[in-house]
């Protein structure tokens, strides 16, 4: 199990990042000092033996003493001090998700589009709902994207958060007015994901840190 349940008091909102052996031991470092400079902090889960979804599932599941679960990969941090107040606006709806724009270029011809698990936002009684969905990977879908699917066959919306500056383009999003990301995409310009941060190519995303926090 990752963490163990606590009996606490209804919280509004969590955060929760996943990493394992494989990234850089610099990068959740520098991820909870970009939180810890906009005030907020991030619950970061460290394991060895389970996999992204796993994790998905394990905290979608089992975090049930907040109103809405924040996801974000560990190379992914916000950049604007009103990305939290922009996010829980969007959330007011119910039956919604909110997240970051992704298309898996590798499955279905890359017409999949869906909100990806490296930032998104869920309320947990929407995903009791939905009788959680699961996370994992398929030959079909990527992590994550289940739960877009869920929402939209449940009549649920999707709220994107759209690609508004990239620095080195790489995929197809596969949609008519934001065309692509890739390494380095903000998105809304207030969530900023690296794209791969293990142990020898995090440059990247530790160079941003350090911008964010004026390093």
Not at 19 to 48: A, C, E, M, R, W
Not at 164 to 190: C, M, Q, S, V
């Amino acid at each position: 199990m990752f963490f163990k349940k606590k009996k606490q008091e209804q919280s509004l909102f969590k955060i929760f990042s996943f990493y394992n052996q494989n990234v850089n031991p610099d990068v959740p470092v520098y991820q909870k000092t970009v939180f810890s400079k906009f005030g907020l902090s991030i619950n970061h889960v460290f394991d060895k033996r389970f996999s992204h979804g796993d994790f998905l599932n394990h905290v979608c599941r089992n975090v049930t003493d907040t109103d809405y679960i924040i996801i974000f990969d560990i190379d992914c941090i916000p950049t604007h001090p009103q990305w939290l107040q922009w996010l829980l606006n969007d959330l007011l709806e119910p039956h919604t998700i909110v997240g970051a724009a992704q298309t898996a270029n590798h499955l279905r011809n890359g017409q999949n589009l869906y909100v990806s698990p490296f930032f998104f936002a869920i309320s947990t009684a929407y995903l009791k709902e939905l009788n959680y969905p699961d996370m994992n990977m398929t030959e079909d879908m990527d992590a994550g994207q289940n739960l877009t699917e869920h929402v939209q066959r449940n009549g649920g919306q999707v709220k994107y958060w759209w690609p508004t500056h990239i620095e080195e383009e790489k995929w197809d999003l596969y949609h008519p007015e934001h065309k692509r990301f890739g390494l380095g995409t903000t998105y809304n310009n207030a969530i900023y994901h690296a794209f791969y941060s293990r142990d020898n190519i995090s440059a990247r995303f530790i160079e941003k840190c350090r911008e964010v926090t004026g390093e």
